[in-house]
């Protein structure tokens, strides 16, 4: 078993152990404190897991509810945050009672936000069951949903009481998820530990409990550093800002890990190019990428991502603020005026 301390504007442990799905229920009595416990899932993971969890917190005493929505990121919508909230307020939950996201980063925001806002705040316990929930949204406190206008358009921060990762629960995730959360493990490689990218040359199946510790250390890191996201913390949108775009691009139809490992090899050729790197680094990024089957190219034009980049939210006023690789284990932030923007996305690649 192995535990990480977040000491953020609430502090708590993140606990990495298999089978822990099983015992949710001491650690999430120890940790909150609460009588009650509402279980949000999706379809998918209620179908593998809801009962287990379920049982663990019963076991303790735990009054327990589940409220499961569709699979996917229809999931988080004004319409199913606030059928939950309704949902909750029906069932008398209080605010010394406690939700449990149980499901990947899009159970986990929405749940996240509900818990946030509920009554001004109540327990919340993340119970991450993919890759990327394991290693980046489960941590740090960022929860939202989105508009039809755009992702992520509402939200807050606010930091969990405790998150529970068992890799078991990995077991039965898709080929293709998997992979995207390969792309943000290898993401964390690029950003700031040279020896941790190298041992990603080892399949992450193989080392899983290694590499979740390894990035949510790092991201600990960067939460304490810049808990509200206005500095350091930017660098873990490393391939995120012409990843979105390829995203907005394709209408979700691809993959966030797979828009985010094209992103990562734009940027890695386009600071390549501009002298940020050496073409060896470059190189070095893409075909790590390459290894696990993510995608490194894009069929958009340049012209389609630079108006799909403009309609990014992390575009700030006239300039945009780029994570470029420097060298494998160090990144940078990069003030780019937007009209430059077009030439980085040709540099990276595009048509
Ligand atoms: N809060 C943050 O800091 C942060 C960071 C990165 C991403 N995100 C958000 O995370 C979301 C993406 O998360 P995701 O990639 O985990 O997607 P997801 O939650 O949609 O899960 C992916 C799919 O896998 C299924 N699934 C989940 N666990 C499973 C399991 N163990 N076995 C079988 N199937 C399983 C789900 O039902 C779903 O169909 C996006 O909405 C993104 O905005 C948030």
Redesign the pocket.
Known sequence: MTKVRVDASRAYDIVIERGLLDRAGEYIRAATGAKKAVVVT????AA??LERVCASLRAVGLETETFTAQ???GA?SLAVYGELLEFLSRGGLTRTDTLVAL???????LT?FAAATYQRGTGFVQL???L??DV??S??G???V?LPTG??QVGCFYQPHLVLCDPD??????DE?YR??CA?VIKYGVLGNEAFFEELKTPVSEQVEHVIETCVKMKRELVMRDEFDRGARQLLNLGHSFGHAVEACSDFTI???QAVAVGMAMIARAAAKRGFCTQETASRIVSLLQRYKLPTETDFTAAELFAAVGADKKRTGATMHLVVPEEIGKCRIVPVPFSDVRGWLQDGGAR
């Open positions: 999706d379809a998918n993971v593998l897991y699979a996917g990121e988080k499901g990947g980063g899009v159970i986990g925001d996240g991450p069951t993919t990327l929930a980046d949204s941590v740090g960022k929860t939202a989105n992702k992520n629960a990995l077991g039965t995730l898709p998820q995207c959360g943000e993959l966030h890990g």
